[in-house]
T-cell receptor, first 112, second 116 residues
Framework: KAGVTQTPRYLIKTRGQQVTLSCSPISGHRSVSWYQQTPGQGLQFLFEYFSETQRNKGNFPGRFSGRQFSNSRSEMNVSTLELGDSALYLC???????????FGPGTRLTVT | AQSVAQPEDQVNVAEGNPLTVKCTYSVSGNPYLFWYVQYPNRGLQFLLKYITGDNLVKGSYGFEAEFNKSQTSFHLKKPSALVSDSALYFCAVRDISSSNTGKLIFGQGTTLQVKP
């Protein structure tokens, strides 16, 4: 099976802009979670989607949003980018009833 | 609140020697514990998990982990380290504070350096 894919892999944006990141889960996986990884804060949970519904949300401002489509693909959007949003954004998928998550390679976002 | 601690920022070991990467956790109920490895510019790779059952869990690439409930620890081990094991290792616990959630809480990570 193909793994979790994320596009784009690298992105450079300017402060104030918005960005959309995409994630395609492993075939058959209906749960998709997003995490932000930074050197200072480590890995932090953003949100989780299952069957097109947000099931859980981390402690991030409303500028961070996401959605899931009927084919389980997910997108996350960050509006009004700030320098502190520079990070590696990781998407993970899991099979319902199984506890481990499988991660994609991430999208490296740099905000200048 | 659930939390995970990895007390060592870096672990150095010689190739062929056994390695241990430490992890302690704090949860209010039964812990669901995981180890992941991250290579430079890559996502996280799942190594192993403890949900229930035997305290010694075997995973990918020859890694294993020992669950110790009394010490609230879940240390990652390997009998013989390889240079290719050099990477960043994360311990994680599943947030069970609300039902039906897949949220993982991660430790800060431990860099493993295996020298030839």
């Amino acid at each position: 099976k193909a793994g979790v894919t994320q596009t784009p892999r690298y992105l450079i944006k300017t402060r104030g802009q918005q960005v959309t990141l995409s994630c395609s889960p492993i075939s058959g996986h209906r749960s998709v979670s997003w995490y932000q990884q930074t050197p200072g804060q480590g890995l932090q949970f953003l949100f989780e989607y299952f069957s097109e519904t947000q099931r859980n949300k981390g402690n991030f401002p409303g500028r961070f949003s996401g959605r899931q489509f009927s084919n389980s693909r997910s997108e996350m959007n960050v509006s009004t980018l700030e320098l502190g949003d520079s990070a590696l954004y990781l998407c993970a998928s899991s099979l319902e009833g199984h506890y481990e998550q499988y991660f994609g390679p991430g999208t490296r976002l740099t905000v200048t | 609140a659930q939390s995970v601690a990895q007390p060592e920022d870096q672990v150095n070991v010689a190739e062929g020697n056994p390695l241990t990467v430490k992890c302690t956790y704090s949860v209010s109920g039964n812990p669901y514990l995981f180890w992941y490895v991250q290579y430079p510019n890559r996502g996280l790779q799942f190594l192993l998990k403890y949900i229930t059952g035997d305290n010694l869990v075997k995973g990918s690439y020859g890694f294993e982990a020992e669950f110790n409930k009394s010490q609230t620890s879940f240390h990652l081990k390997k009998p013989s380290a390889l240079v290719s094991d050099s990477a960043l290792y994360f311990c994680a616990v599943r947030d069970i504070s609300s039902s039906n959630t897949g949220k993982l809480i991660f430790g800060q990570g431990t860099t493993l350096q295996v020298k030839p």
